[in-house]
């Protein structure tokens, strides 16, 4: 079963909220085997929502809207698609004594005459009960099948009625449908390494893979694999996944340093962990973002111990004890100075491993020898300390985040030697 | 003028990525007057993309799209529009040669032969420069003067190929249509005062505002006030939004901190930098996030020495000289210990102001005493050292980033006593 999603607002379509709600449905929607087909966004326009929606069940013949049903006058979903299906409104008396009775528990006061509107709905309209809001939701059917289901646009009612009462609704459809299918993503995490370099060692192999579908997906941290199988059901489709992530896993080797949307910080503190080391970081352009990536983690402080922020210069060589003739000989953003700064956290927090960042974020800074982007990291572990010089592409933002990345995937692929 | 808005992909329909592209493009279409009348999301499949937008050129004659332009097979865009216009697709050669000289600059290696997909260009295209990135986008224009923009969907991409080269082009076909009207808003930020509050502060003066909307955007680092003017030119719309900006000023005083998109760490940074002022921060539960906010700032080393992140205890003890007495007494989170670790700051990297944060971030480690939420702040300041005691709501991210946000207001407080 496949339906469009149409979510409804100014504030959307001119940019001022980000439209969260149309991927919560769509991983909710595509769990039980409905993919969402297509997707649109209109404004409070009764007009534009009314071609959208008739032109979507002229499409799919099922549809599901966010937005529009608040008390204001904004607010036009309802009218307009009960205008397609040739419906009037009428109002609800039974949610009317609902709604009046809330206030009157809830806020010890009578409803304002705004709510009235929500309790208005197009004939023969089935109500979707909000367990958190006065809106109610709204399934509306006609005689050959076809459906609208509306929903509020606020996410935390959106998610409510969703769960509480149209997810059970479809789920039954799907099985009345016959043996239900569904589609099911699996993510294969990778970095430091370009999408082109990974088509090329993927396309040899990509026949192997069966019927899946697979997307390279580019980002600051790293490139994202990600495998989609549908129209099969649930058994198949993960040991369809199974076989396609364990003939891509044997193909990029160590490559691959997570599946799902697990952060590569949780990956060195959970191999940290197992190995019983501690971390101390030493952080110049980076500001403290390394520290706050690892600590961000639940439960980072049986690995983290904490670190050293050496924004300036007096900082590193006071706090991390780095030589001010190497500081004076070689910059800041030198090997010099940054196996520097990872010893000194290391000794200095009493860590089993240090790690130093120090480079030119940008936007200022740079030189012809030292460009924007310049990085050196380093990790000071047992008897060696290893460093490496970065080149970064992008913005202030970007490079600090990239800076952090790297230097983690040192440490990973550092401790992955000991297996 | 309105265009129509197509975002193309998998992972957006699938809802793995949140589509921020259209927000983006929406509000920097509005401030040259485009309205964005309607927006979709099409899956990578060539012939939902060219249904998409050859129904978007018929209401419109406008289209931009974004997405589907990289090197890999799932990447449809180019020829699926190409077939709309009835264009075929060529080799751009000086394309491939570009590309080819930068991936030897930047990665010193052959360029992967996957990119050369990146040069394949439909007839007749016009080239949109891409500064971030190896695919460009493309202009694509039919005699009756219909178009489509193809941009990237990495969002830096996006970002800026939409800046150096496609709002110019559109700006000059705005100016060409005549006398324009334009959508402006104006952003009012305020931090530490709940929505409510200031809705009673501002209802009384709400009529002398003139002809705007005014929006309340409550978020985890306050709530931000939206005004907003349309249909009027561009000189009216400034004039309209200054003089509802002043008379909200001065109702509000000093709860509003900043104008526009500023983070209160760039208010706080401005305001030192003034004073001649510099920072040490001693971070616990927040791990280095207070830093890393406020080192994100470029400029931001004429203020920030940097600091130390204390998550142990011990680290508390031996590199900000917090007493062990203290902590067994009181616990790391307690009143004595945040301004020991503020003053320890400030003496150990010889700041002018020290600041320490310490407390319980949760989803672990709350008691009865002292639950999931409890955050300590301290300034530590000339003779002063101020300390505050927080209870914070959210979950872990919440807590850390409320955390900062509310000990840089104490900052700017505190330094705004100044005056």
């Known amino acids: 079963m496949d339906v469009e999603l149409i979510t409804v607002g100014d504030e959307l379509l001119l940019g001022f909220t980000i439209d969260t709600n149309a991927a919560h449905l769509a991983r909710e929607l595509a769990a039980i085997g409905i993919g969402i087909r297509r997707r649109g966004t209109v404004g409070d326009v009764a007009e534009d929502i009314a071609t959208a929606v008739r032109e979507a069940l002229d499409r799919t013949g099922a549809v599901i809207t966010t937005g529009g049903l608040g008390p204001t006058s904004d607010d036009l979903t309802k009218p307009s698609i009960a205008a397609i299906f040739g419906r009037g409104m009428r109002r609800d008396e039974e949610h ?3 709604m009046e009775q809330r206030w009157q528990q809830r806020f010890g006061r009578k409803m304002p005459e705004s709510n009235r509107a929500q309790a208005m709905l197009p004939e023969g309209a089935r109500k979707l009960t909000n367990n958190h809001g006065s809106a109610p939701g709204i399934w509306l059917e006609d005689d050959r099948g076809r459906w609208v289901a509306m929903l509020p646009g606020v996410p935390r009612e959106m998610r409510g009625m969703l769960a509480d009462t149209l997810l059970p609704i479809l789920q039954q459809r799907v099985s009345r449908d016959g043996h239900p299918t569904v589609v099911r993503s699996r993510t294969l995490r990778t970095t430091g390494v370009a999408e082109s370099l990974l088509a090329d060692q993927i396309d040899p192999i990509r026949e192997s893979l069966g019927p899946i579908s697979l997307a390279y997906l580019p980002a600051p941290d790293g490139v994202d694999l990600r495998l989609t199988i549908r129209g099969v059901d649930a058994a198949r489709a993960d040991g369809i996944l199974d076989a396609a992530s364990s003939v891509i896993r044997d193909r990029l080797g160590r490559s691959i340093y997570a599946e799902g949307s697990t952060d590569l910080a949780e990956v060195v503190l959970d191999r940290c962990r197992a190995l019983h080391l501690t971390i101390a ?9 390394l520290g706050a990536r690892l600590t961000a983690i639940p439960g980072s402080s049986d690995v983290v111990l904490g670190g050293i922020i050496a924004y300036a210069n007096d900082v590193k060589r006071d706090l ?20 520097q700064m990872a010893e000194g956290a290391r000794a200095r927090l009493g860590a089993s491993i240090g ?12 030189t012809p020898e030292k460009p924007v982007g310049t990085v050196w990291v380093a990790l000071a572990h047992e008897q060696e300390t290893r460093a490496l010089q970065l080149r970064l592409i992008g913005d202030r933002d970007e490079v600090r985040r990239r800076a952090t990345q790297s230097v983690l995937e040192l440490v990973r692929r550092t401790l992955s030697e000991k297996d």
């Open 281 to 289: 970081v030493a952080e110049s352009c980076t500001g403290g973002l």
């Open 96 to 98: 009317v004594a609902w």
């Open 320 to 339: 991390l004890g780095v030589d001010q003739q190497q500081l004076d000989a070689h910059g800041a953003v030198s090997e010099e100075v940054v196996r």
């Open 355 to 366: 790690i130093g960042i120090t480079g030119i974020a940008g936007p200022g800074g740079g």
